[in-house]
């Protein structure tokens, strides 16, 4: 079992920059992919981002291509979510996530959830 949580969250301006990190516990934290998924209020949650086993292979949802990057470091057991160029519309809770399926898109591939940490960006 995979023990997830997050930090890094809080209130920014539009433009500015935080850096998300997950901690995980466990042995096996490198054998999981890993993501970065958040919720909105009144919306579902969705995929920001997700990264392979290794940190060889990352993947990234359209709307934060670009400014948005994951990392993982398997040394120190934690996931990182660099995110640059805040929008207003990035405002939300940010969850980290494990799965064994390999690094997905989709909210049901994953088995292990963070309990979320909240980004704020305002205008």
């Known amino acids: 079992q995979v023990q997830l949580v997050e930090s890094g969250g809080g209130l920014v301006q539009a433009g500015g920059s935080l850096r998300l990190s997950c901690a995980a516990s466990?042995?096996?934290?490198?054998?999981?992919?890993m993501g970065w998924f958040r919720q909105a209020p009144g919306k579902e949650r969705e995929f920001v981002a997700s990264?392979?086993?290794?940190?060889?292979?990352?993947s990234y949802a359209d709307s934060v291509k670009g400014r948005f990057t994951i990392t993982r470091d398997n040394a120190k057991n934690r996931v990182y979510l660099q995110m640059n160029g805040l929008e207003p519309e990035d405002t939300a809770v940010y969850y980290c996530a494990a799965s064994r399926k390999g690094y997905r898109s989709s909210v049901r591939e994953y088995e292990y959830w963070g309990q979320g940490t909240q980004v704020t960006v305002s205008s």
């Open positions: 990264i392979s086993w290794s940190g060889g292979s990352t």
């Open positions: 466990g042995r096996t934290f490198s054998s999981y992919a």
